[in-house]
């Protein structure tokens, strides 16, 4: 479902290019694309990460012998011994705030929160510490630590396993925080995260943990290593997931793929929408996103979170600044409504869909 | 009494004798022999159904439990057969797809009819998502506990009909609710007692912490009831503590605390019923332990052979809060095959209400998304809500 | 210095306008208007609502003997005895979960947090029940209880004194949030804010607690009376803090006066600048800010909270998408940089100030 | 140990010995008896300055301390006499508006130096607001540390320089970083001891709990070393907690606990010195209650006259830790007025350094505020630091 995603986020170049070497590499690598999914592809990236660098670390709630609720950590005891993922006393400020005083002695920790509603309780040392650590200390003491959050909805889970949780983190200064969308994104960008010395909040789009894709993880690894060799990376660039000429379509997450579905759809019907995956909400990808919109102009912005004081609002807000007199229409939003993530039978009717994303781009003002 | 020396006078001086003191001249024990825990946890049955002898039933100066009544017995047993049935019939109804989710308290039984028991028409219950069999032994009807693991809605029952919480998923947090309550209710002189639920995992969060003290300072008489099923869905119990017992952490807040047997169904009537007694009467709140264990898996989605040996479960299948209370209560001539024979009857007209109230999909209204988010929806979700119903109608029309 | 906003928010009558019967009863009053501050104001309210209905209560960290660190809850133990008001042990997440007990079981709990950064720890709490326990048991269970909360900046006090949180409570469906920004405002919210059977997060910026204005407390509360008797309330109705025709300046709790500045220097310049004061974010009154933008056609929405994915990014996304046509310009922030709160001596240069929100206005492409 | 009936084998036996257990064997105590603090504070010198006798000291089987050594002795009494010194200077500076604000542990000095010189160089000490005097009885530069309390940036000194975590303002929240920071070292096989502070209101904090549990189950060695002042700003240790004793919060926790006189220096480097010790060993945390007392205001900016007596202070006054130290090492011969005045000039020193050090005003550079927020700033800072510069530039041509 995501392949088109991966395959032109690949190809438009945006994101970090696999270098002559990467390739050569590649291509002599045996095994070829094959189908991963992005639950695989984020424990791959452990893994590396792990195998490379001894002070990265992995820790949280059922973590350890049982690899995390989502498996998304299954073997890293077995194969790194209990001293490098092991799980702790179920306590979300306990873990962060750990984490904390482990990054400032040389560790770089990845902690998992277990779910997007139980990492509230970690959020003053979240926004009192992580966010300040490495300012108050005008950078002395580096904070590389990066906090996995499963998040957002589409799974039928009961109340506070479904948060679309972004804003939060997106509003406080002094947190990088990822989105990725695709399988390959899912490795790379988790792999950057670790490598980073500020610290990450990672969010992963629990519904898409078993949805796969074709990628080469070897290609993958060697891109990384090339890029931490050349000192380049993918920080802060979105990528243009689906190339078009009418309308934007901006996403990030768990929206991707339902922007291309809308785009997908659109296309049918002779419209051309171009779909811009985000991929890192801070710091922002201003370039991607504006040429885009000066392209096309006109957009709309889609997201699960409440809207009201939202990314989508941020991205909204920037864009109109950014591209006014390009803008042959109001920038329109298609998020979650301004309601708790609703129970499981009604999530269908929150969650901003194929045919809501569609209406809005009807209602992009066609005829002015 | 814990003397300290003149530097340092004893706490107990600088404030005003309360009713702990008067515990303590009662039970004629000093303060830490009364936070303190009994050396042994408290058990009167033992698990193939025998009385335990007097003296081998944990209790200590300070620390005595009668028996309870007869018809207290019978009640409580009758309740626990419903509730083994309630807990089989949940997770079948999850295997056919009736249901999403359900976390079983399969092998809790004796724990969640004690809770339930324990407490008077006026009083309040904390439950957790684990605690469904206690809801309904207190009275709520079963189909609308059910409503948060079908789906349908957060919560299915009026908190307010049976003073019972919302069943809490964000661990320990509803411990503060129950301190909240508690103190209302002094407030305004009432005597309620409430009583607080959670698991040996939620130990570990900070509002278990916060809720102890609070309920402490404030003297409320809230008992926090503690299901010590050895696990947090993987994480056994000696990654979530090495404190001698749970029921030690009572004295740091300086409370009483106390261990029982979680599978001992006479034991924690005993032990609850004390306690609840004690906190009606002034005592402030008390810390109660109960040691079980977690026969099934975390929740249907959860696989248990990945963390814990089958040997394990066996033991504690020997350990059955059931069986023990059926020979016991046979034994002392409480219970014969009539008597089984009724309550099996009463157990499968709760067993048919579930699967009839789970056989059908209810309908959901889309608009409810909007209607309750405020005691009147805002102009903000009026518009929402206008988007979502035009929406609609297009795929109507379109259909 | 905010004389004028209470003025002109009586004034445009948009704002719970005094009953015939309550203008007489002021006529009557001895007192007539006063130099009252911001705290004796929010003190009143308080004594005003204990005093109609005993359910209200007050409790939060050194609010009893002590009066609170700011003074607001001064002499409420005195008057109403220490069951109604009382110091609570040192816990944040307590504080805000016992309430939600206390509001289960009749009660009207109004609670302070002393900082707003020390609300942090009662995250959990205020998101995921304050916020969703009315919805989830279908208006069973009524949650009638105030959270205030002494926010923002420009008291040159340490870290974690000085954060403006609101959009963290903004983007939580289920929370109403408000941000009074005159005296008469700090009494008339908080008692509509005490009645309100919803929950309420209530900002006071504490750099105008010792500001003074002249009101008369009377009107005030026989406006409130007279209001409850008729059943109708100033919530979510936006002020119109001075009129103006050529931009409009959107902005709320400390902002405004910066806003009235800027709108008073903008007048000698013969620039004539509309100031709303948004009052209740959340609900949030699209009617006034829309009529204002359509009239002017220019807006400059001031915050001092970090401007990424903050309020303020949530008025600009909403305003556009509801005046585009009316717009000469794009709508401009001037907000926080997206740097944690600087230290006192920094502050100065974080904070919006006039000449930013000169400089912004000054960029609303007037040449055009 | 405490024994547990055969349905609850005691958790010992769950777990591998540990070297709690060496403890035990060692000092030939109960668990319970380890981890409960002795019945009475440690106090060694009494207010009047004299030896307390042995069996009036507050200790007892398995909590037996001697005294530190003469060197040790006088070494922490050249650190008192400057800790007072800087309190008072620092107060000064704030009357005289060369600091905003200055939290003083005036009072509470043994505290602060018994902190500093229980730790070896390579260990780690995480200080609140309070504990000024502790980080530069560790070694930090006096001016570095007062930054924050002057306004010019939220941190002045390089927590790596002296291994001193940054001062924390959100009460409690260092102890966690003081528990990941043991963690790290422990990965990596190092001895290094973390001294975590905090006052007698902090307990009450979610991650106080949170903090301790962590660092049993993990057997870091930490010392959470509690200065119970009896006072959270206004709200009074009865308010705060109804324990025994705040270090009967230990057991809960499966560690040990003691309680202090906290205005005794030498008791305090006994017992702080025996914790250490006990730690680096790798018997696990420590919980280490003072008992001590705010003898100013909790910062200049509050009136401590709203909510206590005059005569509760002037009874603090007489177990003044300085006087009593005093007459202690004169009576001992370890002092007299030539080592009087030499240390009174040491800290003469220090104070003529904050006086001087805080007495211009450093410029401060307004790009600062975009330097440190990342490792390096992100496209949306520069761009927000370039319109800063532009503003700023603007502003200087029209000056
Ligand atoms: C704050 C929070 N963190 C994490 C979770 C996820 N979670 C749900 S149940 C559970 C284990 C709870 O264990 P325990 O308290 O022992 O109760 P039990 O399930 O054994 O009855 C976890 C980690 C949660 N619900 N809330
Ligand atoms: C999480 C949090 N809540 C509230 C505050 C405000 N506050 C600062 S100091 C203080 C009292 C702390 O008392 P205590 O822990 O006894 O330390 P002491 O000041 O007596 O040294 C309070 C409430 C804070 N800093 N952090
Ligand atoms: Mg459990
Ligand atoms: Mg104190």
């Given at each position: 479902?995501?392949?088109?995603?991966?395959?032109?986020?690949?190809?438009?170049?945006?994101?970090?290019?696999?270098?002559?070497?990467?390739?050569?590499?590649?291509?002599?690598?045996?095994?070829?694309?094959?189908?991963?999914?992005?639950?695989?592809?984020?424990?791959?990236?452990?893994?590396?990460?792990?195998?490379?660098?001894?002070?990265?670390?992995?820790?949280?709630?059922?973590?350890?012998?049982?690899?995390?609720?989502?498996?998304?950590?299954?073997?890293?005891?077995?194969?790194?011994?209990?001293?490098?993922?092991?799980?702790?006393?179920?306590?979300?400020?306990?873990?962060?705030?750990?984490?904390?005083?482990?990054?400032?002695?040389?560790?770089?920790?990845?902690?998992?929160?277990?779910?997007?509603?139980?990492?509230?309780?970690?959020?003053?040392?979240?926004?009192?510490?992580?966010?300040?650590?490495?300012?108050?200390?005008?950078?002395?003491?580096?904070?590389?630590?990066?906090?996995?959050?499963?998040?957002?909805?589409?799974?039928?889970?009961?109340?506070?396993?479904?948060?679309?949780?972004?804003?939060?983190?997106?509003?406080?200064?002094?947190?990088?925080?990822?989105?990725?969308?695709?399988?390959?994104?899912?490795?790379?960008?988790?792999?950057?995260?670790?490598?980073?010395?500020?610290?990450?909040?990672?969010?992963?789009?629990?519904?898409?943990?078993?949805?796969?894709?074709?990628?080469?993880?070897?290609?993958?690894?060697?891109?990384?290593?090339?890029?931490?060799?050349?000192?380049?990376?993918?920080?802060?660039?979105?990528?243009?997931?689906?190339?078009?000429?009418?309308?934007?379509?901006?996403?990030?997450?768990?929206?991707?793929?339902?922007?291309?579905?809308?785009?997908?759809?659109?296309?049918?019907?002779?419209?051309?929408?171009?779909?811009?995956?985000?991929?890192?909400?801070?710091?922002?990808?201003?370039?991607?996103?504006?040429?885009?919109?000066?392209?096309?102009?006109?957009?709309?912005?889609?997201?699960?979170?409440?809207?009201?004081?939202?990314?989508?609002?941020?991205?909204?807000?920037?864009?109109?600044?950014?591209?006014?007199?390009?803008?042959?229409?109001?920038?329109?939003?298609?998020?979650?409504?301004?309601?708790?993530?609703?129970?499981?039978?009604?999530?269908?009717?929150?969650?901003?869909?194929?045919?809501?994303?569609?209406?809005?781009?009807?209602?992009?003002?066609?005829?002015? | 009494?814990?003397?300290?020396?003149?530097?340092?006078?004893?706490?107990?001086?600088?404030?005003?004798?309360?009713?702990?003191?008067?515990?303590?001249?009662?039970?004629?024990?000093?303060?830490?022999?009364?936070?303190?825990?009994a050396r042994h946890q408290i058990q009167m049955v033992s698990p193939d159904g025998a009385l335990v002898p007097?003296?081998?039933?944990?209790?200590?100066?300070?620390?005595?439990?009668?028996?309870?009544?007869?018809?207290?017995?019978?009640?409580?047993?009758?309740?626990?057969?419903?509730?083994?049935?309630?807990?089989?019939?949940?997770?079948?109804?999850?295997?056919?797809?009736?249901?999403?989710?359900?976390?079983?308290?399969?092998?809790?039984?004796?724990?969640?009819?004690?809770?339930?028991?324990?407490?008077?028409?006026?009083?309040?219950?904390?439950?957790?998502?684990?605690?469904?069999?206690?809801?309904?032994?207190?009275?709520?009807?079963?189909?609308?506990?059910?409503?948060?693991?079908?789906?349908?809605?957060?919560?299915?029952?009026?908190?307010?009909?049976?003073?019972?919480?919302?069943?809490?998923?964000?661990?320990?947090?509803?411990?503060?609710?129950?301190?909240?309550?508690?103190?209302?209710?002094?407030?305004?002189?009432?005597?309620?007692?409430?009583?607080?639920?959670?698991?040996?995992?939620?130990?570990?969060?900070?509002?278990?912490?916060?809720?102890?003290?609070?309920?402490?300072?404030?003297?409320?008489?809230?008992?926090?009831?503690?299901?010590?099923?050895?696990?947090?869905?993987?994480?056994?119990?000696?990654?979530?503590?090495?404190?001698?017992?749970?029921?030690?952490?009572?004295?740091?807040?300086?409370?009483?605390?106390?261990?029982?047997?979680?599978?001992?169904?006479?034991?924690?009537?005993?032990?609850?019923?004390?306690?609840?007694?004690?906190?009606?009467?002034?005592?402030?709140?008390?810390?109660?332990?109960?040691?079980?264990?977690?026969?099934?898996?975390?929740?249907?989605?959860?696989?248990?052979?990945?963390?814990?040996?089958?040997?394990?479960?066996?033991?504690?299948?020997?350990?059955?809060?059931?069986?023990?209370?059926?020979?016991?209560?046979?034994?002392?001539?409480?219970?014969?095959?009539?008597?089984?024979?009724?309550?099996?009857?009463?157990?499968?007209?709760?067993?048919?209400?579930?699967?009839?109230?789970?056989?059908?999909?209810?309908?959901?209204?889309?608009?409810?998304?909007?209607?309750?988010?405020?005691?009147?929806?805002?102009?903000?979700?009026?518009?929402?809500?206008?988007?979502?119903?035009?929406?609609?109608?297009?795929?109507?029309?379109?259909?």
């Amino acid at each position: 479902m995501s392949a088109t995603i991966t395959t032109s986020s690949e190809a438009n170049g945006n994101v970090s290019a696999a270098t002559a070497k990467a390739a050569a590499r590649a291509a002599a690598s045996e095994g070829g694309p094959q189908s991963v999914t992005l639950a695989r592809a984020i424990n791959a990236a452990m893994v590396d990460a792990m195998e490379t660098d001894r002070a990265v670390i992995v820790f949280g709630e059922d973590v350890g012998l049982l690899g995390g609720v989502f498996r998304i950590t299954d073997g890293l005891t077995k194969t790194f011994g209990d001293q490098r993922c092991f799980d702790t006393p179920l306590a979300e400020s306990g873990i962060v705030g750990m984490a904390v005083g482990m990054a400032m002695n040389g560790m770089r920790p990845v902690i998992e929160m277990q779910f997007d509603a139980f990492a509230y309780p970690a959020f003053e040392q979240i926004v009192s510490h992580v966010a300040k650590m490495h300012n108050r200390t005008k950078g002395a003491v580096k904070l590389p630590m990066v906090i996995r959050i499963p998040y957002a909805g589409g799974i039928g889970g009961v109340e506070h396993h479904c948060d679309s949780s972004e804003a939060y983190y997106a509003h406080t200064a002094g947190l990088k925080v990822y989105a990725p969308a695709t399988v390959a994104d899912g490795y790379r960008m988790l792999r950057e995260a670790i490598d980073s010395d500020d610290p990450v909040i990672f969010l992963e789009p629990k519904k898409l943990y078993w949805s796969k894709d074709l990628v080469d993880l070897e290609v993958l690894r060697a891109q990384h290593a090339d890029n931490v060799e050349a000192g380049t990376s993918s920080e802060g660039r979105a990528a243009v997931a689906r190339p078009g000429t009418d309308a934007t379509l901006i996403a990030y997450g768990p929206s991707v793929s339902t922007a291309l579905a809308a785009a997908a759809a659109a296309a049918e019907e002779g419209r051309s929408l171009e779909v811009i995956d985000v991929r890192s909400i801070v710091p922002f990808d201003d370039e991607t996103v504006v040429a885009s919109v000066r392209k096309t102009g006109r957009a709309v912005v889609i997201a699960e979170a409440h809207g009201f004081a939202s990314v989508a609002s941020e991205i909204v807000a920037r864009v109109q600044e950014r591209c006014f007199h390009s803008l042959a229409a109001p920038i329109r939003r298609v998020t979650g409504f301004d309601v708790p993530y609703p129970a499981p039978k009604l999530e269908h009717f929150y969650l901003p869909g194929v045919d809501r994303i569609l209406d809005a781009v009807d209602d992009l003002q066609w005829e002015d | 009494m814990i003397s300290a020396n003149r530097v340092a006078p004893p706490k107990s001086e600088d404030k005003p004798a309360g009713t702990i003191a008067g515990s303590l001249r009662r039970f004629g024990i000093s303060e830490e022999d009364y936070m303190l825990p009994a050396r042994h946890q408290i058990q009167m049955v033992s698990p193939d159904g025998a009385l335990v002898p007097l003296d081998e039933q944990g209790t200590q100066p300070g620390h005595e439990y009668p028996i309870p009544a007869d018809q207290e017995l019978a009640t409580a047993y009758e309740q626990l057969v419903i509730g083994r049935r309630v807990n089989d019939q949940n997770s079948a109804l999850v295997r056919q797809g009736r249901m999403a989710v359900y976390p079983s308290s399969h092998g809790q039984e004796a724990c969640q009819v004690a809770a339930a028991l324990c407490l008077s028409g006026g009083d309040w219950m904390f439950p957790t998502y684990r605690d469904s069999v206690a809801i309904m032994a207190r009275g709520v009807d079963p189909v609308q506990v059910m409503t948060l693991f079908r789906g349908d809605w957060h919560g299915g029952y009026n908190p307010n009909e049976r003073n019972v919480g919302i069943q809490s998923t964000p661990l320990t947090t509803q411990l503060l609710h129950a301190v909240g309550v508690a103190h209302a209710a002094k407030l305004r002189g009432e005597e309620t007692v409430v009583l607080a639920m959670c698991g040996d995992g939620a130990t570990s969060e900070g509002d278990f912490h916060e809720a102890l003290n609070f309920a402490a300072v404030f003297k409320l008489p809230v008992i926090f009831f503690v299901q010590n099923n050895k696990y947090a869905i993987s994480v056994p119990l000696a990654h979530q503590s090495v404190a001698p017992s749970l029921a030690h952490k009572a004295v740091g807040y300086g409370m009483a605390g106390e261990r029982v047997d979680g599978n001992d169904l006479v034991a924690l009537l005993a032990v609850l019923g004390r306690a609840v007694k004690l906190a009606r009467e002034g005592s402030g709140p008390l810390l109660v332990e109960a040691h079980t264990y977690r026969m099934q898996a975390h929740t249907n989605a959860d696989d248990a052979t990945r963390y814990r040996e089958d040997s394990e479960v066996v033991e504690w299948q020997a350990k059955d809060p059931l069986a023990r209370m059926r020979t016991y209560l046979t034994d002392r001539g409480l219970l014969d095959d009539a008597v089984e024979s009724r309550i099996a009857e009463r157990a499968e007209v709760v067993a048919a209400q579930l699967r009839e109230g789970l056989s059908e999909d209810l309908s959901v209204d889309p608009q409810d998304l909007f209607k309750y988010v405020f005691s009147s929806p805002t102009r903000q979700l009026e518009e929402q809500s206008a988007l979502l119903a035009d929406e609609l109608s297009r795929e109507e029309a379109t259909k």
